[in-house]
């Protein structure tokens, strides 16, 4: 499953994302993985939370991305939920970049494996590709 969270830049998208994951960690059976551009939130992370800062990592498109993702669920059977934070930076698509067939792995990945994706996304509303209409649950 993939939900979206959505809005231009400085619209207040991290506080929801955050705000979610600490909220869910309270009844999650498995794990949970918070992904970012950077460590700036780990502090505002509950503890039981994974966060992974992907700038760490030799990305450098939006498929090795999906190979990492698929790589984090390989090694934890117990993964339940995957927040993304700044997807556009870390899943390396840049602006105006279709982000359709990475949100479509990211979809058929999570069915397959049983994990959702709750994703921060610096677009708005009307330009998420129609496909995903109905995964946006937050709109800024």
């Given at each position: 499953?993939?939900?979206?969270?959505?809005?231009?830049?400085?619209?207040?998208?991290?506080?929801?994302?955050?705000?979610r994951v600490n909220e869910?960690?309270?009844?999650?059976?498995?794990?949970?993985?918070?992904?970012?551009?950077?460590?700036?939130?780990?502090?505002?992370?509950?503890?039981?939370?994974?966060?992974?800062?992907?700038?760490?990592?030799?990305?450098?498109?939006?498929?090795?991305?999906?190979?990492?993702?698929?790589?984090?669920?390989?090694?934890?059977?117990?993964?339940?939920q995957i927040?993304?934070?700044?997807?556009?930076?870390?899943?390396?698509?840049?602006?105006?970049?279709?982000?359709?067939?990475?949100?479509?792995?990211?979809?058929?990945?999570?069915?397959?494996?049983?994990?959702?994706?709750?994703?921060?996304?610096?677009?708005?509303?009307?330009?998420?590709?129609?496909?995903?209409?109905?995964?946006?649950?937050?709109?800024?």
């Amino acid at each position: 499953m993939v939900e979206l969270i959505v809005g231009k830049k400085g619209k207040g998208k991290t506080k929801v994302l955050l705000d979610r994951v600490n909220e869910a960690i309270k009844e999650a059976n498995g794990s949970i993985v918070y992904l970012d551009k950077s460590s700036k939130h780990m502090y505002e992370l509950n503890n039981r939370i994974r966060l992974i800062n992907v700038s760490g990592f030799p990305i450098q498109n939006a498929d090795e991305f999906v190979g990492f993702i698929c790589g984090i669920i390989s090694q934890d059977h117990d993964l339940e939920q995957i927040y993304l934070d700044s997807f556009l930076t870390t899943a390396r698509l840049g602006e105006g970049a279709d982000v359709t067939g990475t949100l479509s792995q990211l979809q058929a990945i999570g069915e397959s494996f049983n994990v959702s994706f709750i994703i921060s996304i610096s677009l708005d509303k009307e330009e998420i590709p129609e496909a995903f209409q109905s995964a946006i649950k937050v709109s800024l």
